[in-house]
């Protein structure tokens, strides 16, 4: 089994800053793309940013320039440095791992979510 254990979440005011962490531990051989993902109330799902394992990057739109992706494939840890917050950036944030096992296959992983609140 393998579990993604998220931290860093919070209220900040608007203009601020938050840097979210996210580690997986368990059976893990290898861990392929990482991401964030976040959830705001009445609204689907949505990718935040994405790192591959080498480091190729997406992120959403809204968040270019503003946000940014690392990991540490030592620790199978990603990050995501939020800057100059913004009130609709305000969701519950997620983090996903592709994760390859003992087992054949890959499977996706998802942490439980932390909630970021941006007041104005």
């Known amino acids: 089994q393998v579990q993604l254990v998220e931290s860093g979440g919070g209220l900040v005011q608007a203009g601020g800053s938050l840097r979210l962490s996210c580690a997986a531990s368990?059976?893990?051989?290898?861990?392929?793309?990482m991401g964030w993902y976040r959830q705001a109330p009445g609204k689907q799902r949505e990718l935040v940013a994405r790192?591959?394992?080498?480091?190729?990057?997406k992120y959403a739109d809204s968040v270019k320039g503003r946000f940014t992706i690392s990991r540490d494939n030592a620790k199978n840890t990603v990050y995501l440095q939020m800057n100059s917050l913004k009130p609709e950036d305000t969701a519950v944030y997620y983090c996903?791992?592709?994760?390859?096992?003992?087992?054949?296959?890959?499977?996706?992983?998802w942490g439980q979510g932390t909630q970021v609140t941006v007041s104005s």
């Open positions: 996903n791992a592709v994760v390859i096992t003992g087992q054949p296959g890959e499977y996706d992983y």
């Open positions: 790192i591959g394992r080498v480091g190729s990057l």
């Open positions: 368990g059976s893990i051989f290898s861990i392929g793309a």
